[in-house]
């Protein structure tokens, strides 16, 4: 029996190259695996998106096109939105009942967020029960493991907190205490070498035109010591250099001594760097381009992952509703 895990994804907007280097690759390669679920968490967005709505559901099909069409398969693996299994509302329900407030208070992910974002209002009911959703998409399935960035390792001990505490209260071992799989990729930086973000405006997306990939690389950061072409380059300081690494490992040598004798200037290099991208991006743009078309069959294999969720959520639900006497 293979172990079983569980993912999710927020859709908060379009997919990028740092989703897929981060967690998409993990993703596929994980279910060889594992008996693996992949979860729009869509309700999860709402959290923070919820005065502006506009464009959530059509983030919610275009993502799960660009998993797709990066490997996700819905013959190996469940995919589905978390909306439309309504047995995560229930056990976020019972769960809220059992969780202090304190440890919500205190979730250092929960405090950040609100010290920094402060274009939208998240001093919210729901939005301090963020971990207490989340450890309900994870137990309602008995996940044993999630992979995640380690972002998210707050939210996991929460989970496996309130596994405990459910099973101690209720004398009934119900919940196993899911680990965290943590990704080890390489991060990949947006274009400006901060964060890979919607939000910075940084980044590459998984559908990116090919004109604007070559736009977008062109206007990457580069070495800032190196200004003209005689100046040596510092390709370790240099973000060009760690696309390649990550898209071209087989030319990262080389480019790592070009740039150092000054044999390449920033311009051919990125220009270098933009056609390999559009070259690995072209396969998966090919899948993309013909499941947009077939919405018929995106919504098949939605209703196909909804109905395999379901059939693992309600015995979830029953044991659940049974152990607290309701
Ligand atoms: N909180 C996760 C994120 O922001 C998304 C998420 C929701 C999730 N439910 C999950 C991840 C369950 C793993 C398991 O990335
Ligand atoms: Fe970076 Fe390439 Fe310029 Fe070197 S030549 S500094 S690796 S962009």
């Known amino acids: 029996m293979k172990k079983r895990i569980l993912s999710g994804m927020r859709p908060t907007g379009k997919l990028h190259l740092g989703h897929l280097v981060g967690a998409l690759n993990n993703w596929v390669r994980l279910q060889e695996e594992y008996e693996c679920l992949f979860m729009v968490a869509d309700w999860h967005a709402l959290m923070s998106e919820y005065e502006n709505p506009k464009g959530l559901k059509d983030s919610i099909i275009d993502n799960v096109i660009d998993w797709i069409a990066c490997g996700i398969s819905c013959e ?99 919940f196993p205490e899911p680990k965290a799989l943590l990704t080890k990729s390489a991060r990949l930086l947006g274009l400006d070498g901060r964060k890979m ?67 390449i200037g920033c311009t051919d290099c990125k220009k270098e760097l933009a056609e390999i991208l559009i070259k690995f991006l072209e396969p998966i743009q090919k899948k993309r381009d013909k499941l947009v078309k077939n919405k018929k069959l995106i919504s098949d294999i939605l209703d196909g992952g909804r109905k395999k969720a379901l059939l693992i959520a309600d015995k979830t639900i029953k044991e659940t509703k049974e152990a607290m006497g309701i």
Not at 111 to 138: C, H, M, W
Not at 199 to 214: D, G, L
Request: glycine content about 4%; aromatic content about 10%; charged content about 30%.
């Open 197 to 263: 973000s919607k939000s910075y405006n940084n980044y590459i997306a998984i559908s990116e035109e090919p004109k604007e990939i070559r736009r977008k690389v062109a206007g990457m950061f580069t070495d800032p010591l190196r200004i003209r072409l005689s100046d040596p380059g510092h390709p370790e300081k240099c973000n060009v250099h760690s696309y390649y690494a990550v898209f071209a490992p087989e030319r990262e040598k080389e480019i790592d001594s070009l740039c150092r004798e000054s044999k």
């Open 76 to 174: 190996k693996s469940t995919i589905f939105i978390q909306s439309q299994v309504k047995e995560h509302m229930e056990l976020c329900m019972a769960f809220s009942i059992i969780t202090p407030l304190g440890w919500l208070e205190r979730c250092p992910t929960y405090k950040e967020q609100l010290r920094e974002i402060s274009n939208r209002d998240l001093s919210t009911y729901g939005f301090l029960g963020y971990p207490v959703l989340q450890a309900a998409d994870i137990l309602l399935y008995k996940a044993e493991a999630v992979p995640v960035g380690e972002d998210q390792l707050p939210h996991l001990e929460l989970t496996r907190e309130i596994a405990r505490r459910f099973n101690s209260l209720y004398k009934k071992e119900i």
